[in-house]
């Protein structure tokens, strides 16, 4: 499953970004749809994940500032970042995965199949 990120780019704290993905392939693919970011020197962090139901995580630093939505009819996922911090910067990746991954879905872990490339999130202080 294709997965293609856009968005991203540079910020000052406070500030807001939207980040967008679409996922090519069947519904069975993209089951579950997130967002994994990884700052350099850091180990990889959930961000958010939706399932295809509509049941979303979120992890606790990001909770009430960011929002996490998806268009199943296009496979597009949309997350709105609020109230940016500095400790946000990070590449954020947009993953995707068939029904077996639905513990990482649930608990934002990194087990999915489909990854994009990566897009650049900045914020400064």
């Known amino acids: 499953v294709p997965v293609v990120e856009s968005g991203g780019g540079s910020v000052q704290s406070g500030g807001s970004l939207r980040l967008s993905c679409v996922a090519s392939?069947?519904?069975?693919?993209?089951?579950?749809m997130g967002w994994i970011r990884q700052a350099p020197g850091k180990e990889r962090e959930g961000v958010a994940a939706?399932?295809?139901?509509?049941?979303?995580n979120y992890a606790n630093s990001v909770k009430g500032r960011f929002t996490l939505s998806r268009d199943n009819a296009k496979n597009t996922l949309l997350l709105e970042m609020n109230s940016l911090k500095p400790e946000d910067t990070a590449n954020y990746y947009c993953?995707?995965?068939?029904?077996?991954?639905?513990?990482?879905?649930?608990?934002?872990?990194?087990?999915?199949?489909?990854w994009g490339q990566g897009t650049q999130v900045t914020v400064s202080s």
């Open positions: 993953v995707s995965g068939p029904p077996w991954v639905g513990q990482s879905c649930a608990r934002l872990k990194s087990a999915f199949p489909y």
């Open positions: 392939g069947s519904p069975y693919g993209t089951y579950c």
């Open positions: 939706i399932a295809s139901d509509g049941t979303t």
